[in-house]
């Protein structure tokens, strides 16, 4: 998973590759735990591109979270 641009200030887009073929689950979190967004991608490709609008969310610390069948990922996100 790779962040295009941290820190961010409107939005967070996000590259995400080795997962072809899966079900991707994402989740995006304050820093307190509270659920900003959350999706499920199913039978992604080799490269899947997302993008989020955080232009409502405070400025600090936001988490996105990766899980696949195989493996997970944690990515700290800083919000101006």
């Known amino acids: 998973m790779t962040v295009l641009g941290n820190p961010i200030s409107e939005q967070l887009r996000v590259r995400i590759e080795g997962v072809k073929g899966q079900t991707l689950g994402i989740q995006l979190t304050d ?4 659920l900003i967004e959350n999706r499920t991608l199913e ?4 490269t899947e591109g997302q993008q989020f609008d ?4 405070q400025s600090g610390l ?7 069948a195989m ?3 944690t990515v ?5």
């Open 76 to 80: 700290k996100i800083i919000k101006r």
């Open 62 to 68: 936001l988490l996105l979270r990766t899980t696949s």
């Open 31 to 34: 820093v307190n735990g509270r």
């Open 71 to 73: 493996q997970s990922s």
């Open 43 to 46: 039978s992604t490709q080799a």
């Open 54 to 57: 955080v232009s409502r969310q």
